[in-house]
T-cell receptor
Framework: AQKITQTQPGMFVQEKEAVTLDCTYD???????LFWYKQPSSGEMIFLIY??????QNATEGRYSLNFQKARKSANLVISASQLGDSAMYFC?????????????FGAGTRLFVKA | SQTIHQWPATLVQPVGSPLSLECTVE??????LYWYRQAAGRGLQLLFY??????ISSEVPQNLSASRPQDRQFILSSKKLLLSDSGFYLC????????????FGAGTRLSVL
């Protein structure tokens, strides 16, 4: 069964520093996709970055990068040069392509606090 | 461009009353549609998803049901709300055939009292 684990309920980072949010996953499907979403206090879910299981390079989107270590089944999100507006909940999610159909499962989330 | 609309934004309902939350997507055709629920301080739980009109897959047995009467319309319903139905409900969509993106609506905060 597919599973997503985020072990950090909360994280603090100083403004302008980098921070890594951890995510591990479990799947037996060789084809899957990994997502990171940001949820500010308003509640909307904002898509940040995507990594396919067969992608050769780690995904990057502006200040966001995904540290994909397939053998360890980890997909950590790295935010560089943190800004006050980065304070939010962050969710890691996974979709199995072959066995999961169209379903995406989410981790419990990590709350990030950026300090001025 | 594609947009997703979800309403209402906030809803307070008494126990035992019916529920109808609506979600519509514009600017695309044949999207995959999803309903999620998020309990306070928790992750998202997939409730229903649909790959086409009239096609609904349920992930969690519960007091809720979903319908897709039109290609870009997805409705979440209940005949009688329970206290445990309180939460934040999010509608989402994925372009048909695409696996690397999912877009979310603004959500509905439901309080059952």
């Amino acid at each position: 069964a597919q599973k997503i684990t985020q072990t950090q309920p909360g994280m603090f980072v100083q403004e302008k520093e980098a921070v890594t949010l951890d995510c591990t996953y479990d799947t037996s499907d060789p084809s899957y996709g990994l997502f990171w979403y940001k949820q500010p206090s308003s509640g909307e879910m904002i898509f940040l970055i995507y990594q396919g299981s067969y992608d050769q390079q780690n995904a990057t989107e502006g200040r966001y990068s995904l540290n994909f270590q397939k053998a360890r089944k980890s997909a950590n999100l790295v935010i560089s040069a943190s800004q006050l507006g980065d304070s939010a909940m962050y969710f890691c999610a996974m979709r199995e392509v072959n066995t999961g159909g169209f379903k995406t499962i989410f981790g419990a989330g990590t709350r990030l606090f950026v300090k001025a | 461009s594609q947009t997703i609309h979800q309403w209402p934004a906030t809803l307070v309902q008494p126990v035992g009353s019916p529920l109808s939350l609506e979600c519509t997507v514009e600017g695309t055709s044949n999207p995959n549609l999803y309903w999620y629920r998020q309990a306070a301080g928790r992750g998202l739980q997939l409730l229903f998803y649909s790959v086409g009109i009239g096609q609904i897959s349920s992930e969690v047995p519960q007091n809720l049901s979903a319908s897709r009467p039109q290609d870009r319309q997805f409705i979440l319903s209940s005949k009688k709300l329970l206290l445990s139905d309180s939460g934040f409900y999010l509608c989402a969509w994925t372009p048909s055939g695409k696996k690397n993106i999912q877009y979310f609506g603004a959500g509905t905060r439901l309080s059952v009292l």
